[in-house]
Antibody, heavy 124, light 107 residues
């Protein structure tokens, strides 16, 4: 069974750096057909994709947040880590990780499954 | 970035109704589109991928169609458990983007 679980602080102060960890099970981060994205959702808003990491360590980032984001992975720990610098109250959201897949010979970027998400509040 | 526009933003319907949600991409994305269902407090659930393929375990009353820039999600006979928010997502190119959502409410 494939699962993903997010962990990290529930509260961060403005200007601080957020570090979130996604621990996966049921698949390997070294699997060439798998990748993991981070996606966030502010209360009452649509999901917003943040970053993706491939098995070969190639990365892709949200255009407007690129300067603040870093995604990395530790294959041996089965973990994907996201850091976001200079946090602001508008960054208050539920942060989720999700797995991309391989379908009909293509590396595809729809997500199943997702983790349960972790709510991060930015406040002083 | 590719913009995804969903309509309507909300729809009121009764059990048994046919419901259609549309999603338009700002540029062609072939069939690289997914639909998700989200219920309160839960992560989005993949319903449809590649525009028209039903994810395993999803009831057959859900269907998707379209290619290029215009897509639709249809629920053929709305059931009580289908009241939720539905999102489209383009999977054609980075950055990946989602539509604004359609809330399906009880009439």
């Amino acid at each position: 069974q494939v699962t993903l679980k997010e962990s990290g602080p529930v509260l961060v102060k403005p200007t601080e750096t957020l570090t979130l960890t996604c621990t996966v099970s049921g698949f390997s981060l070294s699997n060439s057909r798998m990748g993991v994205s981070w996606i966030r959702q502010s209360p009452g808003k649509a999901p917003e994709w943040l970053a993706h990491i491939f098995s070969n360590d190639e990365k892709s980032y949200n255009t407007s947040l690129r300067s603040r984001l870093t995604i990395s992975k530790d294959t041996y720990k089965s973990q994907v880590v996201l850091t976001m610098t200079n946090m602001d109250p508008v960054d208050t959201a539920t942060y989720s990780c999700a797995r991309s897949n391989f379908w009909s010979g293509y590396y595809v970027f729809w997500f199943d499954p997702w983790g349960q998400g972790t709510l991060v509040t930015v406040s002083s | 970035d590719i913009q995804m526009t969903q309509s309507p933003s909300s729809v009121s319907a009764s059990v048994g109704d046919r419901v259609t949600i549309t999603c338009r991409a700002s540029q062609g994305i072939a069939s690289w589109l997914a639909w998700y269902q989200q219920k309160p407090g839960k992560a989005p659930k993949l319903l449809i991928y590649a525009a028209s393929n039903l994810q395993s375990g999803v009831p057959s009353r859900f269907s998707g169609s379209g290619s290029g820039t215009d897509f639709t999600l249809t629920i053929s006979s709305l059931q009580p458990e289908d009241f939720a928010i539905y999102y489209c997502q383009q999977a054609s190119s980075f950055p990946l983007t989602f539509g604004g959502g359609t809330k399906v409410e009880i009439k």
